[in-house]
């Protein structure tokens, strides 16, 4: 190992710092302001000055001798995105377009193809189609796989990178080439872009007079007031005996769309979900506030591997506090909370921040949430459960200390179809037709 005089590496550290102080100012300017809760954090560690002087000439080794000229700016931002790409699938930095975009779609409304995306081993991978979009309607499938948008292959793409080239101009073509388990070649898929409004909550008549049916799509900031507002449009009509959430293929959104869900079906006082993370910010918990909106009629929650984050947070309480009976097959297993900030330059950070816990304190990161009653689809689509990712498949993901990571639940696709060919939905129905059966023969002894 060479020695460098005392001379050398003071000029090396200091311009190290300068050049790691460019890259992390925006990031410094945000946590700024949360000192309080980070103080004890930071005084852990202290900063590791060989790497930031190895990042240091690294920075200058290229700016000098790259085969172009290198944009600065351009480095450093790859450098941030490196730091967050390697902590785990979820955590990333957001361009000022890329936040942007974010805020429309927690409100619900955005221009594109209406698909959900995950990156595995550097492969885009559909995790949905999301219902009535484009995507859907082009004949895109859970477990696609996206190997390159208009021509241009997404190969050392990342995940942001996919999805900025599938959002744009309401009636522009984008055409996707995938592949797909069980076809022999890559094709495409000409897809017209259109608004993509999430109507997160779904209703359809089940044909049996009392028992009711509605889907949650996405967790948006509007959901649970949408779902009520649909909930007490059938009680207008009718008495609910009983109901069925059906969180299938759902991804998630936002924690506190899943908390008021959750809320409509316990009654006050009931734990609903509890978040740890290193900071005091990340610690929180959530009870519900108002009575059980079904006043206790019998309730199934359908999940299957496509239902996801939030959607494991309404099944997880339901299943814990006895409320529901989850029917369908293992979910996702994205057990982790990510907190999303805006940077001073207009761009955004989406950060891991808490691991989330069911109100028996379980975490179900990686593992999921196993039903009460496991229902398995058809068996043509059985035949091709393999291709749907879970979050235990991703790259980097949070490992859950509680369980051994070799044990990894089953695979399955799932495709929603409606009541003569969707044998989940008809196990629930006849649960439910069941457990009133049983309730009045018991009453009526």
């Given at each position: 190992?060479k020695?460098?005089?005392?001379?050398?590496?003071?000029?090396?550290?200091?311009?190290?710092?300068?050049v790691?102080?460019?890259?992390?100012?925006?990031?410094?300017?945000?946590?700024?302001?949360?000192?309080?809760?980070?103080?004890?954090?930071?005084?852990?560690?202290n900063?590791?000055?060989?790497?930031?002087?190895?990042?240091a000439?690294v920075?200058?080794?290229?700016?000098s001798?790259?085969?172009d000229?290198?944009?600065?700016?351009?480095?450093?931002?790859?450098a941030?995105?490196g730091?967050?790409?390697g902590?785990?699938?979820?955590?990333?930095f957001?361009?000022?377009?890329?936040?942007?975009e974010?805020?429309?779609d927690?409100?619900?409304?955005?221009?594109?193809?209406?698909?959900?995306?995950?990156?595995?081993?550097?492969?885009?991978?559909?995790?949905?189609?999301?219902?009535?979009?484009?995507?859907?309607?082009?004949?895109?499938?859970?477990?696609?796989?996206?190997?390159?948008?208009?021509?241009?292959?997404?190969?050392?793409?990342?995940?942001?990178?996919?999805?900025?080239?599938?959002?744009?101009?309401?009636g522009?073509?984008?055409?996707?080439?995938?592949s797909?388990e069980g076809?022999?070649?890559?094709?495409?898929?000409?897809?017209?872009?259109?608004?993509?409004?999430?109507?997160?909550?779904?209703?359809?008549d089940?044909?049996?007079?009392?028992?009711?049916?509605?889907?949650?799509?996405?967790?948006?900031?509007?959901?649970?007031?949408?779902?009520?507002?649909?909930i007490?449009?059938?009680q207008?009509?009718?008495a609910?005996?009983?109901?069925?959430?059906?969180l299938r293929?759902?991804?998630?959104g936002?924690?506190?769309g899943?908390v008021?869900?959750?809320?409509?079906?316990?009654?006050?006082g009931?734990?609903?979900?509890?978040?740890?993370?290193?900071?005091a910010?990340s610690?929180?918990?959530?009870?519900?506030?108002s009575?059980?909106?079904?006043?206790?009629?019998?309730?199934?929650v359908?999940?299957?591997?496509?239902?996801a984050?939030?959607?494991?947070?309404?099944?997880?309480a339901?299943?814990d506090?006895?409320?529901?009976?989850?029917?369908?097959?293992?979910?996702?297993?994205?057990?982790?909370?990510?907190?999303?900030?805006?940077?001073?330059?207009g761009?955004?950070?989406?950060?891991?921040?808490?691991?989330?816990?069911?109100?028996?304190?379980r975490s179900?990161?990686?593992?999921?949430v196993?039903?009460?009653?496991?229902?398995?689809?058809?068996?043509s689509?059985?035949?091709?459960?393999?291709q749907?990712?879970?979050?235990?498949?991703?790259?980097?993901?949070?490992?859950?200390?509680?369980?051994?990571?070799?044990e990894k639940?089953?695979?399955?696709?799932?495709?929603?179809q409606?009541?003569t060919?969707?044998?989940?939905?008809?196990d629930?129905l006849?649960?439910?037709?069941?457990i009133?059966?049983?309730?009045?023969?018991?009453?009526?002894?």
């Amino acid at each position: 190992m060479k020695i460098l005089p005392s001379k050398t590496k003071s000029l090396l550290l200091q311009r190290a710092i300068t050049v790691i102080t460019a890259a992390l100012a925006s990031t410094t300017l945000l946590f700024s302001a949360q000192v309080h809760s980070q103080t004890d954090v930071r005084a852990e560690s202290n900063l590791p000055l060989e790497e930031i002087q190895l990042f240091a000439q690294v920075f200058s080794k290229i700016k000098s001798d790259y085969v172009d000229t290198v944009d600065e700016k351009k480095m450093l931002r790859d450098a941030i995105n490196g730091m967050l790409t390697g902590l785990d699938p979820h955590s990333a930095f957001l361009d000022e377009s890329a936040f942007s975009e974010m805020q429309i779609d927690t409100r619900g409304e955005f221009g594109g193809v209406g698909i959900e995306v995950a990156i595995e081993d550097g492969v885009v991978h559909v995790v949905t189609p999301i219902d009535d979009t484009p995507a859907e309607r082009a004949g895109v499938q859970a477990g696609d796989k996206i190997l390159s948008i208009d021509g241009k292959s997404l190969a050392g793409k990342n995940l942001n990178d996919a999805v900025d080239k599938m959002r744009g101009e309401v009636g522009t073509p984008i055409v996707l080439t995938v592949s797909r388990e069980g076809v022999d070649k890559p094709f495409d898929i000409k897809i017209i872009r259109d608004v993509i409004q999430l109507t997160s909550v779904k209703t359809h008549d089940l044909g049996d007079p009392g028992y009711a049916y509605m889907r949650v799509t996405a967790f948006q900031a509007s959901s649970a007031r949408n779902l009520e507002k649909k909930i007490k449009k059938f009680q207008a009509k009718q008495a609910i005996k009983g109901f069925i959430l059906d969180l299938r293929n759902n991804p998630g959104g936002v924690l506190t769309g899943a908390v008021d869900i959750s809320d409509l079906f316990l009654d006050q006082g009931k734990t609903i979900v509890a978040t740890h993370g290193r900071t005091a910010d990340s610690e929180s918990s959530f009870a519900a506030d108002s009575p059980d909106i079904l006043d206790g009629a019998p309730m199934v929650v359908l999940i299957n591997n496509g239902s996801a984050s939030a959607s494991e947070i309404v099944a997880g309480a339901l299943q814990d506090q006895g409320r529901a009976i989850i029917l369908g097959t293992q979910s996702f297993g994205k057990g982790s909370v990510q907190t999303i900030s805006q940077l001073p330059t207009g761009s955004g950070l989406k950060l891991t921040t808490a691991r989330y816990f069911t109100p028996d304190g379980r975490s179900i990161q990686e593992t999921g949430v196993t039903p009460d009653i496991l229902s398995e689809r058809t068996q043509s689509i059985k035949n091709n459960e393999d291709q749907q990712l879970r979050e235990v498949d991703l790259d980097r993901h949070l490992v859950n200390d509680a369980t051994n990571p070799s044990e990894k639940p089953s695979k399955e696709k799932d495709t929603l179809q409606w009541i003569t060919q969707d044998s989940q939905l008809r196990d629930a129905l006849n649960l439910l037709k069941g457990i009133n059966l049983a309730k009045g023969t018991k009453d009526a002894g």
